[in-house]
């Protein structure tokens, strides 16, 4: 595998259920995120985590729970969700802390979430 | 505050002729500039950023972009636009200084590219 790769690319879920979309990057990097995409709006950022360390939390609902037990590997929690946190879910990688500013970030393939 | 701006929601253009899809930013200190590509059901791809130097970057299919400092502009540009290019492209900035600058990208809405033959 390569690049970053993310599990399921497809989930179908009910409000009452938890599931967990799973992140892994294989390009040796220091800084993991969650983006969430919806229809017609900018991406919109989560969280960061910089050496399995969160330095970011951008007011995201408490039903989304992160969890990054090393560098290379990043989950998104979720229990209880609204028919409005349907959205791709997008999970990305950079070499350098995110607040250096200068680095790019490499993307994985996102989770389409429906939540019924 | 950081903030991204593409006019445009679409973009036609034939293929062969030149394509322009434009970007413009506000940000405090000098900014930090990315274009990145998304193709239907895939994450995005980094196609080229500008950091510091030459205002002209040059990135991966044979795109370019022009940093102009004085429009705050990073228009992303290509020569010959192919069908395949059709895709959606976000233009993204990240700044440096300032208390309320963590490094973040903050990214613009998004300008489709249809390229027909």
């Known amino acids: 595998e390569t690049g970053v790769t993310q599990t399921p690319r497809h989930l179908v879920m009910g409000m009452t259920n938890k599931k967990s979309l799973k992140c892994e990057q294989h390009?040796?990097?220091?800084?993991m995120y969650w983006y969430k995409q919806s229809a017609k709006k900018p991406l919109e950022l989560m969280f960061v985590?910089?050496?399995?360390?969160?330095?970011e939390n951008n007011s995201v609902p408490s039903r989304f729970s992160p969890e990054c037990p090393n560098s290379s590997h990043l989950f998104l929690h979720l229990h209880t969700l609204q028919p409005e946190d349907s959205a791709l879910y997008l999970c990305?990688?950079?070499?350098?802390?995110?607040?250096?500013?200068?680095?790019?970030?490499?993307f994985g393939p996102g989770t389409r979430l429906t939540v019924l | 505050a950081q903030s991204v701006a593409q006019p445009e929601d679409q973009v036609n253009v034939a293929e062969g002729n030149p394509l322009t899809v434009k970007c413009t930013y506000s940000?405090?200190?000098?900014?930090?500039l990315f274009w990145y590509v998304q193709y239907p059901n895939r994450g995005l791809q980094f196609l080229l950023k500008?950091?510091?130097?030459?205002?002209l970057v040059k990135g991966s299919y044979g795109f370019e972009a022009e940093f102009n400092k004085s429009q705050t502009s990073f228009h992303l540009k290509k020569p010959s636009a192919l069908v395949s290019d059709s895709a959606l492209y976000f233009c993204?900035?990240?700044?440096?200084?300032?208390?309320?600058?963590?490094?973040?990208?903050?990214f613009g809405q998004g300008t489709t590219l249809q390229v027909k033959p």
């Open positions: 990305a990688s950079s070499q350098d802390p995110p607040d250096w500013g200068n680095n790019e970030q490499f």
């Open positions: 390009l040796g990097h220091n800084a």
């Open positions: 985590y910089n050496f399995k360390e969160q330095t």
């Open positions: 940000v405090s200190g000098n900014p930090y």
């Open positions: 500008y950091i510091t130097g030459d205002n």
């Open positions: 993204a900035v990240s700044g440096k200084g300032g208390s309320s600058n963590t490094g973040k990208l903050i």
